[in-house]
């Protein structure tokens, strides 16, 4: 199975910035697409970003220029770079990795923005 470990949520003011950080473990393939997915109260999980083994991203239209996904494949980690952040962004953070053989959510990490 699959392991992964999320830290970096916290709390934090309009504007300010907050790095997010997954360790997955147990028995990880190459060719695999790791992501960040939230949740804020009362919504659907929604997807935040994705990358893929080979390093190519996407985001969701809400934080494209505003955070930076990035990944490093010797330490099976993945990142989430936050900055001017809002109040909006405010919710659960879910790492989530896809790969043959299924897919694997972390237990969330809290963000909150206050205004």
């Known amino acids: 199975q699959v392991q992964l470990v999320e830290s970096g949520g916290g709390l934090v003011q309009a504007g300010g910035s907050l790095r997010l950080s997954c360790a997955s473990s147990?028995?990880?393939?190459?060719?695999?697409?790791m992501g960040w997915y939230r949740q804020a109260p009362g919504k659907q999980r929604e997807l935040v970003a994705v990358?893929?083994?080979?390093?190519?991203?996407n985001y969701a239209d809400s934080v494209k220029g505003r955070f930076t996904i990035s990944r490093d494949n010797a330490k099976n980690t993945v990142y989430l770079q936050m900055n001017s952040l809002k109040p909006e962004d405010t919710g659960v953070y879910y790492c989530?990795?896809?790969?043959?053989?299924?897919?694997?959510w972390g237990q969330g990490t809290q963000v909150s923005v206050s205004s």
């Open positions: 989530n990795l896809q790969q043959v053989g299924g897919s694997f």
């Open positions: 147990g028995r990880i393939f190459s060719g695999n697409v």
């Open positions: 990358i893929r083994s080979g390093g190519s991203t």
